[in-house]
């Protein structure tokens, strides 16, 4: 089931978030910063008004890789306050600010390993298909991936080593009630029994780590991950029907001490783009 999400910064001003929460919009990114200065001038606004609509709310940092990184670090850290429920921070990448594509991933790390480590959640990378292929890096595929790719086809173009995407970037002129003009639409996929995937396998070993799940990594939503996942869920508070819906992808992702689950008789059942130049080819380490 595709769920519905949208992004805006300060070119979208005034957004009316109940509106944006009436018209079926589950979720929002929201820039917060760039840079090792910048801070959105819509930010504060926004972040509060999600909240009080119900809308599941994450924040953007966009990137600038030849400015100061620890500066970028604590000014996103200083502005952005994740709360529970919160979806993790996002590392937008589009740009190389003059650098090599080594220099560039040797920063990006320094930045996205400070910030798992003070917000205790595993950021998202943000980017577009062109500009990443161009790097010819692998190095970062096990971070979830937004990818921004504007394109006819059912699925977007996933590079750089990713096997999958997690949120999907398919438009730059969406429309959507409480914004006005065009507005970037998103969408997220739940995924229940039945599936099989590499977003399956990347549920089944978030479980894994966290103690609820002991059975085989093979990619394949069965009885066994939807149990598991239950089991997940019921410990978070959350609504433990076994769909990995956004909310609970977004628990996954929070780091957690491991729990151990006994393992349950086998007799018993369990209850519980923007179209843009490419750049010249670099290579990354």
């Known amino acids: 089931m595709s769920i519905r999400g949208i992004d805006v910064s300060d070119y979208q001003p005034n957004v009316n978030w109940q509106a944006v929460a009436r018209d079926g919009i589950v979720f929002s990114f929201v820039k917060s910063t760039e840079g090792a200065t910048f801070v959105a ?15 599941q709310r994450g924040a953007y940092h966009f990137f600038r ?5 620890q500066g970028q670090i604590d000014l996103f850290l200083k502005t952005v306050k994740l709360e529970p429920g919160d979806l993790p921070p996002v590392l937008d990448v589009e740009t190389t600010g003059g650098l090599s594509a080594t220099q560039l991933c040797d920063r990006a790390a320094i930045w996205l390993e400070a910030v798992e480590k003070a917000t205790l959640m595993r950021p998202i990378i943000y980017t577009y298909p062109g500009f990443w292929d161009n790097l010819g890096t ?14 006819s086809a059912e699925e977007p173009w996933v590079p750089g080593g990713w096997k999958t995407w997690t949120f999907w970037q398919y438009s730059d002129s969406g429309s959507v009630s409480g914004v006005s003009g065009n507005v970037d639409t998103n969408i997220f996929e739940s995924v229940r029994e039945g ?26 939503f069965g009885a066994t991950t939807t149990a598991a996942l239950i ?19 977004a628990a996954l992702m929070r780091k957690a001490p491991k729990v151990i689950v006994p393992l349950q ?5 369990r209850s519980r783009l923007p179209l843009r130049l490419p750049l010249p080819y670099q290579t990354c380490g």
């Open 41 to 55: 001038q819509s930010f504060a606004r926004n972040w509060a008004a999600m909240k009080a609509a119900g809308i």
């Open 65 to 69: 890789p030849a400015s100061s990184i």
């Open 138 to 151: 692998k190095r970062f595929a096990d971070y979830p991936l937004w990818i921004a790719h504007y394109t």
């Open 195 to 220: 599936a099989q995937s590499y977003k399956v396998a990347d549920i089944q070993r978030e479980l894994r780590i966290k103690g609820f799940y002991q059975g085989a990594m093979d990619a394949k």
């Open 231 to 249: 089991s997940f869920q019921k410990s978070q508070g959350l609504n433990p029907d076994g769909i990995a819906t956004l909310k609970t992808w």
């Open 265 to 269: 008789p086998q007799n018993q059942s």
